[in-house]
């Protein structure tokens, strides 16, 4: 067994709660949202508890596997890392199991550890990850790249049928923005830091990624890159499949680099084939971003519409018209319900649109319970800015909307990163929620938003249980978007079943109106059973191929994606 001190660098690598989202200490409360607690209780019947709740989770009460992982593979490891990057302790191998969706929420908290990383391994530069990749291939092991662990398409966990020892990997370590070439806006990173360290040291030399996905906090550049993620503003900056301009990836015997160039013509994208890989490919350990200068002004306004079908109209022509905001976000009337709900009393969304609701109602005759809460978002100079406002402005009047103006925009732009410690308090109420997303053509929106409904309003009746549905469109292109749903009940015994006949339920309506089965979070072992209806069976048979030959003794984290 090696426990050792870890050393400093070792142990500045930041994890998630073992048994939920984010840092260990921080977590949802509603007293200070008095129509929270009430409007739960409306829409899905869970009855909350106000206060900071225990959640009585102790890391003790899990049985996990004990790690199968042998002396000589484990002193490999030390002569290449050193011990102190060597870890075969529960707590680390448990934390590098799962990902953070709800299935791996409701196993984890029930103590399904079905099969556990046998060691984690903490390398300190690309040539200890050669080594390492390396020592896997000749001595049958596998490896799976670790970032943040905050993937939701179970991305992560190690097939239960597996034999060997595996290796979690994770590139904690490589966290530095190595060199920015000022001339192109060109940074090289290296894939293992999160979020906010990257952002951090950009800004301090005047540049932003501008990738900012509601994981910030707790996601990588390399998971991001693996997993075709996407953030909220986007529609600026672009996907990460946009910001990724050159990429290392360890692989065995070497290192595949593609050179950071605007465009090429050199075959079938190799660069496209590394992302959304996620890790069957090799290790990301460095990608040269494209990064922008931070703007001069940045703003996010809320505007309202009288019903879901004018929002999206707005959104439709927004992308068509001259203007470019860094932002389009149009929540359902569902989902504007709930942001009303979850805001404090006397300022934010709720007390403003309570303000101007006797106007609303007057002047305009609105149905205030089809209203769709919108954010638009403005980066850059102050001209560009002023006039995105003026050209956003004329469309939404002209599809039947009002702005309210800044207040909303820059409490959702604060409180942003803290929603997904909701979810966990409420789990801890017997309650589960998830998400599904999905990008389709605009001539199609409309058809997957109401059948998407349908699906889930007929799968909460299948498993009898009040259920929510809620959407919002965000990350606008010109053909099209992406439509973003959460779904939530009071779950019963069986949890996971019954989140199986939800989820399928939404799954399906996306491919059956022509929406592909993910736009931002990958596939996974979750997403798997849609792919050949996606990208059909030859598609399908084209991956595995590239796989199988990249990978013949299935080394990188086997059995994800197809
Ligand atoms: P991990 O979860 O650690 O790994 C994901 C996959 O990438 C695994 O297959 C892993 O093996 C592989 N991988 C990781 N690093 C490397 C590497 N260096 N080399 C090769 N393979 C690697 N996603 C979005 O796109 N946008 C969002 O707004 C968003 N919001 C979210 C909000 C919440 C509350 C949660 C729980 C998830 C959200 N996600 C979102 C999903 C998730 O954050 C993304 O999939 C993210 O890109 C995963 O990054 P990670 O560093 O946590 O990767």
């Known amino acids: 067994d090696v426990q050792q001190q870890k050393s400093d660098s070792v142990a500045a690598v930041k994890h998630m709660k073992w048994w939920g989202w984010g840092v260990e200490g921080v977590a949802f409360h509603h007293d200070d949202k008095p129509a ?38 484990v002193d490999s490891l030390v002569q290449i890392v050193g011990a102190d990057a060597v870890a075969t302790d529960d707590h680390d191998r448990v934390v590098h199991t799962y990902g953070k969706s709800i299935r791996d929420l409701i ?53 239960p049928a597996e034999t060997r020892t595996i290796v979690s990997l994770d590139m904690g370590r490589l966290d530095r923005v190595l060199d920015i070439d000022e001339d192109s806006g060109l940074a090289r990173i290296q894939a293992g830091g999160q979020g906010p360290d990257l952002e951090e040291q950009l800004n301090a030399r005047g540049w932003t990624l501008g990738h900012f996905p509601d994981s910030f906090t707790h996601s990588t550049l390399g998971g991001w890159v ?26 065995p015997g070497g290192v595949l680099a593609i050179r950071a160039v605007p465009s090429a013509s050199t075959g079938p994208s190799l660069r496209e084939m590394i992302i959304g890989s996620e890790g069957r490919l090799g290790v990301i350990t460095e990608v040269t971003a494209q990064v922008h200068r931070l703007p001069e002004k940045r703003e996010i306004l809320a505007y309202l519409f009288p019903s879901w079908h004018d929002g999206l109209a707005a959104m439709q022509a927004i992308a068509e018209s001259d203007a470019s905001p860094s932002v389009t976000r149009v929540s359902d009337s569902h989902e504007t319900a709930f942001s009303f709900a979850t805001s404090k009393p006397g300022k934010g969304i709720s007390q403003k649109i309570t303000d101007l609701l006797p106007t609303l109602l007057k002047a ?44 909303p925009g820059k409490l959702y732009d604060q409180k942003k990163f803290d929603t997904p410690y909701l979810r966990d308090f ?13 990008a389709a053509p605009w001539s199609k929106l409309r058809d997957v938003s109401s059948r998407v409904y349908a699906a889930a ?72 059973p849609w792919m050949s209806q996606d990208v059909s069976p030859e598609g399908v048979a084209v991956m595995q191929g590239l796989f199988d030959s990249a990978d013949p003794g299935r080394v ?7």
């Open 556 to 562: 990188f984290n086997p059995g994800k994606v197809t």
């Open 226 to 251: 693996a997993t075709r993620s996407s953030g909220m503003q986007s529609d600026k900056y672009g996907d990460i499949a946009d910001i990724t301009k050159g990429l290392r990836v360890v692989r």
């Open 36 to 73: 929270f607690a009430p409007f739960v209780k409306k829409i899905v019947g869970v009855e909350l508890s106000s206060g900071q709740h225990d959640t009585g989770l102790k890391f003790d009460d899990l049985t996990v596997p004990a790690s199968i992982a042998g002396p000589e593979v």
């Open 364 to 407: 305009k005759g609105w149905d205030v319970d089809a209203m769709c809460l919108s954010f638009i978002g403005y980066e850059g100079g102050p001209e560009h800015v002023a006039r995105t406002q003026k050209t956003v402005g004329r469309i939404v009047k002209a599809n039947r909307g009002m702005a309210v103006g800044t207040g």
């Open 457 to 528: 309003n007929q799968a909460f009746d299948r498993i009898g249980v009040q259920g929510w549905i809620m959407g919002h469109l965000s990350h606008s292109y010109h053909s099209g978007a992406c439509l973003y749903f959460t779904f939530a009940f009071e779950h019963g015994d069986d949890a996971e079943a019954q989140y199986d006949v939800v989820k399928h339920a939404i799954q399906q309506a996306f491919i059956d109106t022509g929406a592909t089965v993910s736009h931002h979070h990958g596939v996974g072992l979750e997403h798997q």
């Open 107 to 159: 196993r984890i908290r029930a103590g399904i550890l079905a099969r556990v990383p046998d060691l984690v391994v903490y390398p300190a530069d690309e040539a200890q990850v050669q080594q390492i990749v390396d020592l896997a291939v000749a001595s049958d092991l596998v490896v799976i790249p670790f970032g943040g662990g905050s993937n939701i398409v179970g991305s992560l966990e190690p097939l």
């Open 426 to 438: 409420f789990m801890d109420h017997g309650g589960a929620a998830d998400v599904s997303e999905t």
